[in-house]
């Protein structure tokens, strides 16, 4: 099911047999299908020439590619070897002697007479060719989606970060200690950029709203002491991302406070990666997290958040 707010990709593929239709019984967008033995099967919801199609539901959008030689209705432009009356007709740009062509050169359309003294078919670049003295269509691969999510007026916005590490606090120049206490850990990240170059909305960026999952989620907080000591004019503050705009923060920080298992937090927190996530809200558009060092999973053990290297 391709929900408003997945962020999971699931892929269902499956694989069809080819549907053989004899030429003399059947016609699709007008081209023949070339004769074959055997009958032909169909299965409801199934497509009739694919071999292998497939399906995929990821941020609320749902995505399907098929192969075939037919292509499908209101097709964008008409394939090679197909009629066509102007060249703005074709994918390729090419309409010569009323069959869309891979060059300027004439060539044979689909399922007409091909072998020598005759122009090569118009497919046969790709995977179509001439055989039994007929030019076979090429196998195509087309693909479609339909958004059924808030973001469907525009691709999602795309938080980048990375994280940094963690600490169990930490003892300033001038004042008391700061300490995230037993069982707890300060982790640190970095917010590279805000991505919404393809979007149709603005974006109000809320860091409040960054949040890592663990029994509940744990929002950043911009109350903690590291703002002010330690992040001080490089905190990640609220923003609002134009449509069609990108914010790069070169980078901004934002902290939060996590539960451990181990009494020394920063021990355990230093070998756990946090992905971060983004509680948008109704008036939102659709919103991602994109971690753009996603292998790395262990961080200097820096017991210290002085010792952290903001980068």
Excluded at 139 to 165: A, D, E
Excluded at 215 to 244: N, W
Excluded at 259 to 270: F, I, K
Excluded at 289 to 297: A, I, K, Q
């Amino acid at each position: 099911m391709c929900g408003p707010g997945a962020n999971a990709l699931v892929v269902a593929p499956w694989a069809i047999p080819p549907r053989y239709v004899p030429a003399s019984t059947r016609t699709d967008a007008g081209v023949s299908v070339a004769a074959r033995s055997g009958d032909v099967h169909r299965r409801p919801g199934a497509a009739e020439y694919g071999d292998y199609n497939g399906a995929a539901c990821a941020l609320g959008t749902h995505f399907v590619a098929w192969a075939s030689s037919t292509p499908p209705k209101a097709a964008a432009c008409t394939v090679l070897g197909l009629a066509c009356t102007a060249v703005s007709q074709c994918c390729s740009g090419n309409c010569v002697g009323g069959t869309c062509a891979p060059t300027a050169a004439a060539c044979t359309a689909n399922n007409a007479a091909c072998g020598p003294g005759l122009p090569p078919c118009c497919s046969a670049g790709l995977s179509g060719r001439c055989q039994g003295g007929v030019c076979m269509p090429a196998i195509t691969m087309f693909t479609s989606s339909s958004c059924v999510g808030p973001g469907c007026n525009g691709l999602p916005v795309k938080i980048k970060y990375h994280q940094v590490g963690a600490c169990n606090g930490y003892s300033p120049a001038v004042g008391t200690g700061h300490s995230a206490g037993p069982n707890q850990a300060y982790v640190f990240f970095a917010i590279e950029s805000i991505d919404n170059s393809l979007g149709t909305s603005s974006f109000a960026f809320d860091p409040a709203r960054l949040f890592v999952q663990q029994a509940t989620k744990v929002y950043f907080d911009s109350g903690l002491s590291v703002y002010a000591d330690i992040f001080k004019a490089s905190a990640v503050t609220a923003t609002t991302v134009a449509a069609g705009a990108t914010v790069n923060f070169g980078p901004s920080f934002g902290a939060l406070v996590v539960t451990t298992t181990n009494p020394d937090g920063s021990t355990e927190a230093n070998a756990t990666r946090y992905p971060a996530f983004y509680d948008a809200q109704s008036s939102d558009p659709l919103v991602t997290t994109l971690d753009t060092n996603p292998s790395r999973t262990s961080w200097p053990n820096t017991q210290d958040c002085l010792a952290i290297t903001l980068q």
